[in-house]
């Protein structure tokens, strides 16, 4: 499975950016998708997954502003990221799972991809 995430980019505060991760390959391997990302010199973080099943799980640190989609038709996910913050800024990564469920663990994910950079201005 290959990951491809896009969408990121420069934003200032209050905006709004739709980030896309597209799958290729066996991606009926891949059930549960997660978005997570990592600020210089922090560790990587849960933001919002979706199950198989596409119940959706979203981190209390942006519940309210982000959102996680997913198209099983076009195999893409989508982090729907609103009333974007400076503190927003980091790499943003797509992963995918196996198993059918939402963890929250970044060693839970079996598939990443490279990252979209988002920089939120103020």
């Known amino acids: 499975v290959q990951l491809q995430a896009s969408g990121g980019g420069l934003v200032q505060v209050g905006g709004s950016l739709r980030l896309s991760c597209a799958a290729s390959g066996r991606t009926s391997s891949m059930n549960a998708l997660g978005w997570f990302r990592q600020a210089p010199g922090k560790e990587r973080e849960f933001l919002a997954g979706?199950?198989?099943?596409?119940?959706?799980v979203t981190a209390d640190s942006v519940k309210g502003r982000f959102t996680i989609s997913r198209d099983n038709a076009k195999n893409t996910v989508y982090l729907q990221m609103n009333s974007l913050k400076p503190e927003d800024t980091a790499v943003y990564y797509c992963?995918?799972?196996?198993?059918?469920?939402?963890?929250?663990?970044?060693?839970?994910?079996?598939?990443w991809g490279q990252g979209t950079e988002v920089t939120v201005s103020s």
């Open positions: 992963a995918a799972r196996a198993g059918w469920r939402v963890l929250f663990g970044k060693n839970e994910y079996d598939y």
């Open positions: 979706i199950s198989g099943g596409a119940g959706t």
